[in-house]
Structure formats: C-alpha cells, structure tokens
C-alpha cells in the first residue's frame, strides 16, 4: 500500500502554494544579467532572383558579438578521396554531417535571456534578445532536454539513452558527462532535468509508459546521490515549480517529490472525469499542465480543455466549444486517386487528427496558450477561459519569458518564432532549424549538394566544406539536377514543377500536379522531365516550349500514389514507375508489373541503364534487359528506406532504419556495413540516398534535415 507521507513534503508544498500561487497581477519581467548584445541584419545568399518568404531572414550577430570556439557552418571533407567500388568499400566511413537538423526542444534559460536548441547532432545556443547563435556543442546523441542552473553556473543537456553533458552556463565549455543509471530504455520515452532550488543537485526524470526514474547527481562532484522509481499512471506529468510529479491512475492523482522519494500524497479524482476520459487523453496524446501553485491542473485530452482544483477537488470551467477531431490524409486525398466509386483504390484508414495540439501556461499562471491543429492559436485567461486574442499559425513546442512578456512558438516547419503576448505580433524569427527534408541531389559535376526542406528553401551545400552557397525559393519535395547540371528542378510540396535557371539566376513554374510531387528524371538529352506525385498520376514536359507533353494515370481503375520514376532503359515512350505496392512499368497503352506485390520505398537505375534496384519491406535487384523489359530480378535479404546505385551497376547501397548497407550487384552479397548513428529517434528516418557522378562521395540525407557524408580518404 502507497503511504501518505506530508512531513517535509507538506511543508514545502504549503511555503511554495504561498509565494507561488496564481495571482491576479502579472509578474514582473526578469531582469537579465547574462549579457547581450546588438545585432545587425544579414542577407541571405540566393541563386535566384526570387524575394524571400516571409518570414525574412534571422538577424545574425557582429563579429564582436560571437563567442569563441563556435562550430564551423560546415565539416570540411579530406582533399583526395578514393573512387569507391567493391574492392574498397570495407574502408568506406563517416567523413561529415552537414546542416543544423530539426529542433528536438527548445527551452529557455530562467533569466529568458538563452535560448536552447536540441536537435540530432548537438546544442545550439541562441540570444534570446538578437536572436544570434551564441554556440553550438556536439553531442553524441539526439539532444533531448535541457536545464540552467539558477545560479548561472551550469547548463546541462540530456540526451537519448539517458547521458547527460554539463557544460559552464558563460562559455559553454564542457565540464563533466554523466550516464544514466538505467541499463535499458524503450524506444519512446520522455527525458527531463531540473535543477533544485538551491542548485545543489541536478534531478533527472525519465518517464516511460510503465515506471518513472528519478535520480539525482550532486552539483559539488557530480557524484550520484539519489535514485528511485514509481510506477506510471494512464498519464503523468512534472511541477518544477512546487517539485512534484504527478500521476494519473485509476480514481486517484498521486503526487511524488521529485527531491524525496518517501514524500507522496494521495487525492481522489472526480467522479466526471473517468477511466474514459484519461484512455481519450492518452490516445490523442493530450497533456496536463500545472499552474505554479500546484492546486489547479489545466488538462488537454485533445478536443476540450477544463481546470481542475485538486484541493477542492471541483473543475472550475470546461471549453468544450472545439471540434472532436480534423480530418486525416486520406480525406484530403486528390480527385485523381479516387477510383469510380470515389474512394481510394488501397487500405486507407479514416484516420482524425485531435483538434487542440498542445496547451502552454504563462509562468505567472494567468493566461494560457492553446495551439490547435487546425492552425489557429488562441491565448485566453486561465481562471475562466476568455480568450484574449488568438493568430493564424501552429505551434508544437511553447516557452515563455519569465515574466510572461513574449514567448518562442517552435512551428512545424522548425522555425522558431518569437511572439509577444500582449497581442500576438510577431517579434523575430530563427530559422536555422528545418523540421524536415524531403530530398537531396547532388549536382553532375560533383561540387554541391542540394537539399529540400519544408521552410521554404533549397538549401544548397558545397561538397568541399559543407558550408551554405545559395538557397533557392521552394518547398521542395523532390529534386533533381539536369544532365549538363544548368537546370534545376524542384517538385514543390503543391504539386508545381519549378525549374531553377542556375546560370542567370531565375526560375520559371510548371502547374503540375494537384498534390506533392514526389521524384522526377531527366531525359538524357535534358530536355524532358519525367514527375510523379501523390495525386497518382505521372507526367512529361518539354522543358524548352515549357509545356506538358503528356499525363498518364497509372492503374486506369485503381490508380496508386506515385513513389519513384524512371524513364525506361528499353524503349521510349515507357516509364519506371514505383508505389506503394510494386514496380510497373507503364505507357499511354500498357501496364506490366515488374515484381510481386511489396511495398516500395525508392527505386533507382544506374548509369549505364543496366542495373535497377527497388527497395522497401523487400530490396530486389533487376539486371537482365530484354526487348521489353528486365526479364530476371534477385531477391536481397534486407528491408530498405532508400538506395542508390554507383555508376557502372556493381555496387549497391541501402539506407535501412539503423545502418548503410553495401551489396555487390554480380553477387547479391552484402560486402560492408556502416551502423548509423542512432536507430531508435524517429527523425532518423533516412529520405534519400545519392551518390556522386565521379563515386567518389555519398550523400545520405534524413527526415531531420541532416546530411551525412561518406567517402574513403586517400591517406
């Protein structure tokens, strides 16, 4: 049986209820000691003579702003590299990782003066005033968490598998490591530190569906002093305010010390608020947030939102006014895919999505944030729900300035933007942090790497240094370069082909599709581009006249999503084309499919057009070409996301979830394998795979806006 202990506990919690209790008066702001400066305005280079979104570039520091031993843009690759094959490949590795990656967390300082970013690759460090970058510092593992010292001493950074980096809070130099305790972890888990009051411990929570791990390393030594669990709820949540962790479970909130681990109380939960409720929470993955004095929850179970006095145990308002759910991708699905009875023509579940995404309560507690999926942000009074004002955007991450003044929103898109509470204006913005990636292309000549991201731009990479040369306007969702590397061609995330005149500096827009565009391939001549997209179908276009030459609906009665194009190595006028449920080769007339029923994730044809590969729950080889098509495939033992192949057809690579395989096509033997660098972040995921002209690079690019480098150095 749980205890109901309330000696030092209650006292504390009593003392904090007292000074931290949701006033009626705002807070004061904070007043910042930890220096800033002014800065100045940077324009970003472009290739194009296409203006910039909006919003406009992030303002950058002065050179005297900027603190030492600040990471370089981009990790310069070794002056001679091998021309890769199978007779080398086992000397193959990582030489670089190029891009920022997608913010995993942001988390403001207490004094709201630094601003963190975590992503996959390390800890960016941002003026909250300027919004420069302070500082980055690598790290081993995904960033997941971080913590500042309240006497500007320490900033520590938790990262995937529980290790934690201590740096010093003024130059963010690294002062220890600690590891976590806790041998082995799931794959989804929450991970949170904290600092205690008086700074003297820091406190790591980690909280996975079953048990919640609290330990604590002690300030002076960094030396383990504490560790305990409890057992998880339906649904918990964290009071760093009051020290409390709270958890959910059946007809009861049970309220644990995050500093003593015999400190627990017990309170009933009303009778109005039942099992059912907590399964709808868990399942529209809402959340609970606590205002500072630990006596009212503000609870979010996706489509309403109430607040709950847990010492009057009564609920005090309930907004209810929000749709159940939105609808889900497969009800917003193109024309062109339906089939003649207006459905999909594959297994589409009705999938909804919850109305409200996340809810953010000020520090003084006063007024709370609701994002809804619906992209609408509203900002109402947290004693009674009146709404204040509300803007047109998303946010899925939220922290406000100690004195409740502004806050930083973390879009969808990874840019992160700093709003004013007072009415929603928009202050600044940082957009180094793409969410996602979607493809990457090297150019023919081997010297850039472009890749698309979903904040508007085609960031373009030289393959020397990794560092910025251009950006290009466009969502991209699929990129490819032309034959003779002048054109550009850019499938946007709308449907429109847009193709970027790299020589004068221009584009021009093709209409496309009605939905994403998802691959594209040059005729070899350059002067047809072959697209597929989600809206099912394919298309040709004279790239010269700018005009369509053809579409076809692969599937005539049940068309399919498109997933990969080729332009077929036998005859003209026939087309590879990749779904999610096979390899067809396709014309006007004709529809013949190439492998059994799998699902398919990319394709790719090399060179020489004598060699095809097709990946996904199953990877096949195809190598023998008749007069209609390949007549002989090879089953590979591997699940793949992406692959690539080098220029003659020999070698084959795949990106799978955790690894970088190499195969001999001749053989169909696995030659090498290289572990990536986690297998269990989800914005891991491998997107695209691409080799370089020469074969002397690869280029692995990820859904968290990273691109990692391969190569073998000559000495």
């Known amino acids: 049986m749980i205890q109901k202990k309330l000696s030092i506990f209650s006292l504390f919690f009593t003392f904090v209820i007292l000074l931290s209790a949701c006033q009626s008066a705002q807070t004061p702001a904070a007043t910042l000691t930890e220096g800033s400066s002014s800065s100045t305005a940077t324009i970003r280079p472009t290739e194009t003579s296409t203006p910039s979104p909006e919003p406009t570039s992030t303002p950058t520091a002065s050179p005297e702003a900027v603190k030492e031993d600040i990471r370089a843009v981009g990790t310069p690759l070794p002056s001679d590299l091998a021309m890769i094959n199978t007779e080398n490949i086992k000397q193959i590795r990582h030489l670089a990782s190029w891009g920022t990656g997608s913010p995993n967390i942001i988390h403001l300082s207490g004094s709201g003066q630094i601003l963190a970013v975590g992503t996959r690759n390390g800890a960016h460090f941002y003026d909250s005033l300027g919004l420069y970058e302070l500082a980055f510092r690598e790290t081993p593992y995904s960033v997941m968490s971080f913590a500042f010292s309240t006497d500007f001493k320490y900033v520590a950074v938790g990262q995937l598998g529980g290790a934690i980096n201590i740096y010093d809070r003024f130059g963010f130099t690294p002062i220890f490591q600690l590891n976590s305790p806790i041998q082995s972890l799931p794959k989804v888990y929450d991970f949170d530190l904290f600092f205690s009051p008086e700074n003297e411990k820091l406190i790591s929570i980690i909280r996975t569906d ?34 409390i962790i709270g958890v959910v479970k059946q007809g009861e909130l049970l309220l644990q010390s995050m500093l003593f681990s015999e400190d627990i109380k017990i309170i009933s939960i009303p009778e109005s608020l039942p099992k059912e409720y907590w399964l709808e929470l868990v399942a529209n993955n809402g959340e609970i947030s606590a205002c500072g004095n630990g006596e009212d929850l503000l609870i979010n179970n996706g489509s309403s939102i109430l607040r709950w006095n847990i010492r009057s145990e009564k609920i005090s308002y309930k907004l209810d006014e929000y749709p159940e759910a939105l609808p889900g991708p497969c009800q917003k699905l193109a024309e062109t895919c339906l089939n003649q009875n207006g459905k999909p023509s594959w297994i589409c579940g009705e999938e909804t999505i919850p109305t409200i995404e996340i809810t953010a309560l000020t520090p003084d507690g006063l007024m709370v944030l609701i994002s809804r999926n619906d992209n609408i942000v509203e900002f109402r009074r947290s004693y009674d729900g009146l709404i204040s004002w509300e803007i047109e955007t998303k946010y899925t991450q939220v922290q406000f300035s100690p004195g409740s003044e502004f806050f930083f929103g973390l879009r969808e898109d990874g840019l992160i933007e700093k709003v004013s509470t007072e009415n929603g204006s928009l202050l600044g913005v940082i957009d180094q942090h793409p969410s996602r990636m979607y493809d990457i292309a090297f150019s023919p000549n081997g010297n850039d790497v472009a890749g698309g ?112 194009v080729e332009f077929s190595p036998v005859k003209d006028n026939q087309y590879l084309v990749g779904n999610y449920e096979s390899l067809n080769l396709v014309s006007q007339e004709v529809e013949l499919s190439l492998l059994p029923a799998i699902l398919t994730s990319d394709i790719a044809l090399s060179e020489n057009k004598q060699t095809l590969g097709v990946t996904g729950e199953s990877t096949y080889l195809l190598r023998e070409i008749d007069e209609n098509a390949f007549s002989s495939s090879l089953r590979l033992s591997t699940q793949g996301n992406v692959l690539a192949l080098n220029k003659d057809g020999s070698l084959l690579i795949i990106g799978t979830s955790d690894a970088l395989e190499f195969w001999s096509v001749e053989s169909g033997t696995k030659l090498h394998e290289i572990p990536l660098k986690e297998d269990t972040y989800p914005a891991n995921t491998p997107i695209s795979l691409e080799m370089s002209s020469d074969n002397t690079l690869v280029a692995l690019g990820f859904q968290n806006g990273l691109i990692d480098i391969f190569g073998i150095p000559m000495n």
């Open 210 to 243: 079953e048990k919640i791990f609290i330990n604590h390393w002690r300030t002076s030594d960094w030396q383990p002093v504490d560790a305990y669990n409890i057992d998880n709820g339906y649904v918990s949540y964290i009071n760093p305010d009051v020290g």
């Open 453 to 564: 991201i979903n904040t508007g731009w085609v960031q373009i990479y030289d393959t020397v240094d990794g560092q910025t040369v251009g950006v290009l306007a466009g969502s991209a969702s699929s990129l490819e370069y032309s034959p003779d590397g002048t054109l550009l061609a850019a499938g946007l995330l709308d449907g429109r082909l847009r193709i970027f005149e790299l020589a004068i500096g221009q584009f021009f827009d093709l209409p496309g599709h009605q939905d994403a565009i998802t691959d594209m391939a040059f005729s070899p001549d350059g002067e047809v581009l072959l697209a597929g997209s989600d809206d099912c179908t394919i298309s040709l276009w004279d790239i010269k006249d700018r005009s369509l030459i053809k579409s076809i609906l692969p599937g005539k009665g049940s068309p399919f999503m498109i997933k990969g």
